[in-house]
């Protein structure tokens, strides 16, 4: 299989962030992103800010990716793009660039869903990081997801539990803009988080039955408890900073590894790998190194770059799908609620 010489684009555009990358026989070659400085200013993205920026900023990420690859277009074999879920506008920039260059070059065209990217970015041929072995638990934990998926094959994957409301990186986004932090808050807590006492102060979880999640309650919590103390003393938040960030990220963490560990009980499995950009968080790589001690399980943290959104675990996917001949057709559409 190795012998075979395959170079495969991934390019991503599913957010804020246009990125692409070039595999060879699952390693890749070049990882080039391209950030949105501009949604800072607003507290989030802003679809249409994003797509207009994705216009701009694709044509010169997949001449650098090519160039760091040190490889010219003409060696491609297939183009590999994100099709979902993520904003429309944003997805559409991607897709018609993809569809574009790979009908100019004559190769083929393979769409990828986003979510399974951020699980199989696992099987990229990276050193010192293992893959793990089929059937395993996947939490993928980002900005607009937080699923569990339990996982028997590279293409057959089951989402056993998910968000009934907002996903785990709008929890730290919302408590971050209730402390007045910048967008994106979660690095920022994650940091402070490290400096203050997890148990200075008390967050209910929520009650969820089964293997899903709920935060909107949680973020509810902190910002009445939010005004409860700054009504008592205006400087409460200044002078309890980095406790208030460790007793949020304390919380979430406590919900997340619950559900995880009735989720192994469960399925008998305990290969459990994390993905998203939220997995990038200490407190969660942390808390899953602790579980390895604990309850017996085989942790897998993907490599830092691969974690946010990114176009390595595009191709990545793209390359699994090419020695499958799983192609798709020119007349294909993105799709912004495309599900596992």
């Known amino acids: 299989m190795a012998s075979q010489n395959i170079y495969i684009l991934g390019i991503e555009s599913s957010c804020d962030d246009t990125a692409a990358a070039i595999i060879h026989n699952g390693k890749i070659l070049s990882n080039v ?56 506008g944003s997805l559409l920039v991607g897709t018609s660039f993809a569809k574009s260059l790979a009908y100019g070059l004559g190769i083929p065209l393979i769409d990828v869903n986003h979510m399974q ?3 199989l970015a696992h099987f990229i041929d990276e050193k010192g990081f293992d893959k793990p072995p089929f059937p395993f638990l996947a939490m993928t934990i980002s900005g607009g997801h937080t699923q569990i998926v339990k996982v028997n094959s590279y293409f057959e994957m089951d989402v056993i539990g998910e968000t009934i409301d907002d996903a785990v990186g709008e929890a730290f986004d919302k408590s971050g803009k209730i402390l007045g932090l910048d967008y994106p808050a979660g690095p920022e807590i994650d940091k402070r988080a490290k400096l ?16 899903d999640f709920s935060f909107s309650g949680l973020k509810t919590a902190i910002l009445y408890f939010i ?3 700054t009504k008592a003393n205006s400087n409460f938040i200044a002078e309890n900073l980095n406790d208030i960030c460790a007793s949020i990220q304390y ?31 200490s407190g969660i790589r942390e808390a899953l190194k602790k579980g390895e001690q604990k309850f017996g399980w085989k942790t897998y943290i993907p490599k830092f770059e691969f974690t946010t959104d990114n176009a390595a675990m595009i191709a990545i996917v793209g390359y699994l799908k090419y020695l499958e001949q799983d192609f798709s057709e020119q007349n294909i559409t993105a799709s912004a609620r495309l599900k596992i």
Do not use: C
């Not at 760091?68 to 003409?74: F, G, M, S």
């Not at 203050?196 to 293997?211: I, Q, R």
């Not at 995880?260 to 997995?279: C, E, P, Y």
């Open 251 to 281: 919380t979430i963490i406590g919900i997340l590894m619950d559900k995880l560990k009735l989720a192994s009980k469960q399925t008998g499995i305990n290969h459990i790998a994390i993905g998203g950009g939220v997995s990038a968080n």
């Open 117 to 119: 990217a951020h699980i």
């Open 33 to 88: 992103v391209a950030n949105q400085e501009i949604h800072k200013d607003y507290g989030g993205v802003v679809p249409e800010l994003a797509s207009r920026a994705h216009q701009q900023n694709i044509v010169p990420v997949v001449d650098q990716a090519l160039k760091k690859a040190k490889i010219d277009k003409d060696q491609l074999n297939a183009i590999a793009f994100t099709r979902g879920p993520g904003l429309m």
């Open 227 to 229: 005004q409860r103390e």
């Open 196 to 211: 203050g006492n997890p148990k200075a102060f008390k967050f209910t979880k929520p009650k969820v039955d089964g293997l």
